[in-house]
């Protein structure tokens, strides 16, 4: 009986997702560019190292969606990924732990699955999907040397929230970011990036 109620739920869902788009006014169909700001916290979760502690990070690029409806699209773009990791370093000489800052900087390119809804101002915005990050730099309190960053990371990323309509051709988001991707050191066994936020993205409608 469960199972044929949250049946009957779903079919609800999609015959009004698919009446919403018939009466879209928003034209959303077809490609939008933009770009977005995603400050957050996160860490890089090893087995080699404790004490671990949260980070500011953030992401930034250009992004570029393309609606194959008023509902559903897929989105792609270039990525900048400052990933923090914060630690508890056991220096041997002074015979006491320093808290450590670290970075590690990367470019990825992302593939996400996208629902947007909303006739007029405010809407309902989702992006679900993986992206491939290749490590271009990494900084430290200490000289870590022995650390070896990897060749690329590969990350699952969501973000949900709201879309707000600001003209025929430009819309605005607000949502909640989350990223893990890994592995984010070669020779380090699970070692895990992550990081959450809050995304902040523009995009303009190439009609």
Same mark, same amino acid.
């Given at each position: 009986?469960?199972?044929?109620?949250?049946?009957?739920?779903?079919?609800?869902?999609?015959?009004?997702?698919?009446?919403?788009?018939?009466?879209?006014?928003?034209?959303?169909?077809?490609?939008? *560019? +933009?770009?977005?700001?995603?400050?957050?916290?996160? %860490?890089?979760?090893?087995?080699?190292?404790?004490? #671990?502690?949260? =980070? $500011?990070?953030?992401?930034?690029?250009?992004?570029?969606?393309?609606?194959?409806?008023?509902?559903?699209?897929?989105?792609?773009?270039?990525?900048?990924?400052?990933?923090?990791?914060?630690?508890?370093?056991?220096?041997?000489?002074?015979?006491?732990?320093?808290?450590?800052?670290?970075?590690?900087?990367? *470019? +990825?390119?992302?593939?996400?699955?996208?629902?947007? %809804?909303?006739?007029?101002?405010?809407?309902?915005? #989702?992006?679900? =999907? $993986?992206?491939?990050?290749?490590?271009?730099?990494?900084?430290?309190?200490?000289?870590?040397?022995?650390?070896?960053?990897?060749?690329?990371?590969?990350?699952?990323?969501?973000?949900?929230?709201?879309?707000?309509?600001?003209?025929?051709?430009?819309?605005?988001?607000?949502?909640?970011?989350?990223?893990?991707?890994?592995?984010?050191?070669?020779?380090?066994?699970?070692?895990?990036?992550?990081?959450?936020?809050?995304? #902040?993205?523009?995009?303009?409608?190439?009609?």
């Amino acid at each position: 009986m469960k199972k044929q109620f949250l049946l009957l739920l779903l079919i609800v869902g999609f015959v009004q997702l698919q009446a919403q788009e018939t009466t879209n006014t928003s034209l959303r169909k077809g490609l939008h *560019i +933009g770009a977005h700001f995603t400050p957050g916290y996160g %860490t890089i979760l090893t087995e080699a190292y404790d004490n #671990l502690a949260m =980070g $500011f990070g953030m992401t930034t690029g250009l992004d570029m969606n393309f609606y194959f409806s008023n509902l559903f699209g897929i989105h792609t773009g270039v990525t900048y990924l400052n990933q923090p990791w914060r630690y508890k370093f056991d220096d041997i000489n002074i015979h006491e732990e320093k808290d450590i800052s670290a970075n590690v900087g990367s *470019i +990825g390119i992302p593939v996400k699955f996208l629902l947007t %809804t909303g006739k007029k101002t405010v809407g309902f915005h #989702l992006e679900a =999907g $993986f992206a491939v990050y290749f490590p271009v730099s990494y900084s430290s309190d200490v000289d870590m040397g022995l650390l070896e960053t990897s060749t690329a990371m590969f990350a699952s990323e969501l973000a949900a929230g709201i879309n707000l309509k600001a003209s025929d051709n430009i819309n605005f988001n607000i949502l909640a970011f989350s990223h893990t991707a890994f592995p984010v050191f070669s020779n380090i066994d699970k070692s895990y990036g992550m990081l959450s936020g809050l995304k #902040l993205g523009f995009m303009y409608h190439l009609k």
